[in-house]
């Protein structure tokens, strides 16, 4: 190999380099990763001062940005992130880019459900980011716990990289049993694992979350919320099939809201190693009230959705109403996209046109800033990663 060869290798050595450091990609993240980060850093590990994630959380004070390192291994515990400073957590690994390498494993084991029956959902989560025990509180029925408005926001720019987090208390659904519990507060995961069978993911109030490059695994309503979601290029892998993939709830306010969840340029599964036959049988969604409104675009779906895509709630309770409830599709594509029994169920689920979608066509477009109408909420989001 001569000179010019190795200077045209290193050349582009640096501008993969570059390129990952724009999409939040670090190539190698391990125990020296500190020394590279510009915020004070913390290693989390068997070995570490702090030998649990929420031990270095806690020992942060309220404002300053921090990042905390966690190196591989198995984590027993549920950590609960209430500051309002900068926060990111990265998991070690090699494979920085793929979610599926992961070293990194957050498990908790619980459920709110009859064999272990428990005041509200929130109690449940592996990870919760909220400012306050008010924020998390998911409720009950379909408008949930009453969060005043008054309540302050918490963290405003909450960051995971290549972190799985596993509620594990059963193999089927047992209740809800989180993975996920965000409320007021701004947050975004790349390349991370949620895995659960019912409620894996719970967006609050006032709460935005972004997912890019990540694998959601559930099999019972495990999207929902009041919130707003944007999940990106991701994988959401089916477990099973009971009531919907997404079961979002809305809420009414004095100015339009863009509230919901958006599946983008992702993919519909069958869980890797599932042996039940749910061909035909998942539901891409139902409304938990009459404001629910959840889009998929641009994804791709396989046999496992059914021919007609959502549901109403129930036979007898369908809260859907029209110009109101919003259970849509745009361009999706793969043996579970059947159009033909799609537009044979749109008193349910709609199927957009390109001038239907765009008013959601863009994360910039359905972050809003809290407690008002105005868009374009996204500095949180890692630039390049939108």
């Not at 959902?121 to 998911?138: E, K």
């Not at 799985?164 to 790349?190: D, E, Q, V």
Request: charged share 10%; with cysteine.
């Amino acid at each position: 190999m001569n000179i010019k060869q190795v200077g045209v290798i290193a050349f582009a050595a640096l501008t993969v380099a570059a390129a990952n450091a724009v999409h939040g990609f670090a190539a190698v993240v391990d125990a020296n990763y500190c020394r590279t980060v510009s915020t004070p850093c913390v290693l989390v590990g068997p070995t570490q001062t702090f030998k649990t994630i929420q031990s270095a959380v806690n020992s942060l004070d309220e404002t300053t940005a921090y990042t905390i390192v966690v190196l591989s291994g198995v984590y027993n515990e549920q950590v609960n992130v209430t500051r309002k400073g900068p926060l990111t957590l990265r998991g070690q690994t090699a494979k920085s880019e793929d979610a599926n390498s992961n070293t990194v494993n957050v498990t908790w084991a619980s459920a709110n459900g009859s064999g272990n029956k428990l005041s509200d959902n929130a109690f449940t989560a592996v990870l919760t980011v909220a400012p306050n025990l008010n924020a998390s509180l998911t409720g009950s029925g379909p408008t949930g716990w009453p969060v005043l408005s008054s309540n302050p926001f918490g963290n405003v720019n909450f960051r995971v990289y290549n972190i799985n987090f596993l509620n594990t208390y059963s193999t089927k659904s047992s209740g809800p049993s989180l993975a996920l519990s965000i409320g007021y507060a701004n947050a975004s995961f790349y390349r991370t694992g949620w895995y659960s069978y019912q409620d894996t993911i719970y967006v609050g109030k006032q709460a935005n979350a972004y997912f890019k490059d990540s694998i959601i695994a559930g099999e019972t309503d495990f999207l929902y919320g009041f919130g707003t979601a944007w999940i990106e290029n991701s994988t959401l892998s089916l477990r099973g099939c009971g009531g919907g993939i997404t079961a979002w709830k809305g809420t009414n306010t004095t100015f339009a809201n863009a509230y919901g969840v958006y599946i983008s340029n992702s993919k519909l599964l069958k869980a890797p190693g599932l042996t039940t036959n749910i061909a035909g049988k998942c539901a891409l969604g139902r409304p938990w009230n009459s404001g629910h409104r959840s889009i998929y675009s641009n994804t791709y779906m396989d046999a496992s959705i059914q021919p007609g895509g959502y549901i109403p709630w129930s036979k007898s309770d369908t809260r859907i109403v029209d110009g109101v409830t919003l259970l849509a599709e745009y361009q999706s594509s793969g043996p579970g996209f059947n159009l033909t029994a799609r537009q044979a169920n749109s008193k349910v689920g709609k199927v957009l046109t390109a001038a239907q979608f765009a008013p959601y066509d863009g994360v910039e477009k359905v972050f809003k800033f809290p407690f008002s109408g105005t868009a374009g909420n996204t500095a949180w989001i890692t630039a390049g990663d939108q």
